[in-house]
């Protein structure tokens, strides 16, 4: 059991981290995997982050789903479920994670920064196979590093579509995919009881930070909110790389 310091740390961390999903739907792991590595290690703060991924996301999601595109969470979370995860969970140990973290921060980077710019094409219907397609990067970057949302992320801010069906969806692709990842970790008896109950601690503040950052999201027109999110995803780029 971590001393009553370092849970309070980390609630600090849950709770920003959760504000900003609440926010822009993604960004709580990212956020909060350098900070709780610190206080847990790097394993335990894996696990931690990947038992409460379905909570984070199925408090954001309860609050949309009525605007779902179904369709849309099929066609992601089908390759992201049973193509990604269990490929990257099955060459988790044998896949060089920092060349892959670097790889990653260069796609978003160039993604990122290409969508900020002047250049980039409006907001459009892309065809399903590339949202199959990131499904599956997704789900294979998450399984072996647990940075699997940006992928997901790109593709449905480079969609035409409201603001709150964009949210319900990304929420939808995450429960699913979490779901599927902590099930598939539960038989390796890597969940302790000490990463249950950790986690188990760090719900309320988790709670409250996605509410609060929901209430901002209610707020803030669409076109603020995708900003935000390429923003947030060339910042997160650049510190993957650096």
């Not at 949302?149 to 995919?177: D, H, I, S, T």
């Not at 009881?193 to 409250?208: F, N």
Request: net charge positive.
């Amino acid at each position: 059991m971590a001393s009553t310091e370092t849970l309070l740390l980390a609630a600090a961390v849950i709770l920003g981290a959760a504000f900003v999903q609440g926010v822009t739907g993604f960004g709580h792991a990212l956020l909060a995997i350098g900070l709780l590595t610190m206080l847990f290690g790097s394993g335990e703060a894996i696990l931690i982050l990947s038992v409460m991924a379905p909570a984070i996301a199925i408090v954001v999601f309860v609050r949309h789903w009525r605007r779902v595109d179904w369709k849309e969470v099929l066609v992601v979370a089908g390759p992201l479920c049973l193509v990604g995860l269990p490929l990257g969970i099955w060459l988790f140990a044998y896949v060089d994670k920092a060349a892959l973290t670097r790889a990653v921060g260069i796609f978003l980077i160039v993604s990122a920064g290409y969508f900020l710019s002047p250049f980039a094409p409006k907001p459009r219907k892309l065809p399903w196979p590339v949202g199959a397609t990131a499904g599956a990067l997704g789900g294979f970057i998450g399984g072996v590093a647990s940075t699997g949302g940006p992928p997901v992320v790109l593709y449905l801010n480079a969609q035409e579509m409201r603001k709150e069906v964009r949210m319900g969806v990304l929420q939808a692709v995450f429960v699913l995919g979490s779901v599927v990842k902590v099930a598939m970790l539960v038989p390796t008896g890597l969940m302790t009881r000490p990463i249950l109950l950790h986690s188990a601690i760090l719900i309320p503040p988790m709670v409250l930070g996605s509410y609060l950052g929901q209430l901002l999201f209610d707020r803030l027109p669409g076109e603020s909110i995708r900003t935000a999110a390429l923003v947030m995803l060339l910042g997160i780029g650049v510190v993957l790389v650096f």
